[in-house]
Each structure stands twice: as C-alpha cells, then as structure tokens.
C-alpha cells in the first residue's frame, strides 16, 4: 500500500495532517496510519483476530460531532489472505466518544470478541493566510 505522494489532507481552511496515530489506551500500543493517494483517509494496516482480517480507517469527510469516523472493513481470514467480506454491521462506522475511565473522547471499536479503545494523536501544520499589498515607491 503506497504512502500518498501528494498534499497531506487539509482540514480547516489552513490546517494539514502531518501525521496521525491511533493509541490503544489499554495498552499504550502506537500505530501510525498512512495515506493513500486521492483518498481523504488515515489507514490502519490489518489487525488479525481470529479468523478475520480488520481493516480501520479515520475518515475525514464523513465528519460526526467534530471529529472523524472510524470506519472497518473486515473479511474472513483464509490462510492468511483476505476472504469474503463480512457484511457490515454496528462496527462498520465508529464514532468518537466521551470515555470516563480515560477522561477523553475515544473511539470504542467493536467486533466480535474484540474491543479497542482508541485514542487518536495528529500532528498538524498550520499555515498563515496573508493579503498583501505592494508599493512601488517612485524617487
């Protein structure tokens, strides 16, 4: 999967994504996302539990009380290969939340057996906008 070779995604007028990590806040585990070309997502690579094979995704134009959905994909595991897709259910899209035990909003992913608190860190570049005028001073 090829990291983006173009503009980081933009949010707000003058804001881009640098980078962007989810954090399991149960056990501290870091995992840096990437991008895809023409694509206004942040990907996770696959999570293998049992026998499937998860796909998450932070998705930017799918914007839910200030903050991204967390989308999955999830397909059966055959010998290591992605299978079937499963159909999508509750888990397909995620939102942010408030979490009392972590004191901050995170992202509860559910499927199955398995269950994620995510928490996610961005590092952002912001940008000045500037009107100018300019003088030639004649002498």
């Known amino acids: 999967m090829p990291l983006r070779e173009s503009m980081p995604i933009q949010i707000g007028k003058n804001k881009h994504i640098l980078s962007m990590k989810l ?18 997502c942040h990907f996770n690579k696959e999570i293998l539990t049992d026998d499937y094979i998860i796909y998450l995704r932070i998705h930017w134009g799918d914007i839910r009380n200030s903050d991204p959905v967390l989308d999955a994909e999830v397909y059966r595991n055959i ?13 397909h899209h995620t939102e942010k939340r408030y979490d009392q035990d972590s004191n901050s909003k995170i992202y509860l992913f559910r499927f199955k057996n398995l269950q994620l608190r995510l928490m996610s860190k961005i590092s952002v570049a912001m940008g000045v906008g500037l009107d100018a005028i300019l003088v030639k001073e004649n002498k």
Do not use: A, H, P, Q
């Open 79 to 91: 010998s290591g290969k992605n299978g079937k897709k499963i159909r999508y259910g509750s888990w």
């Open 23 to 40: 954090v399991n806040v149960d056990t501290n585990d870091e995992m840096l996302l990437f991008e895809r070309m023409g694509r206004n």
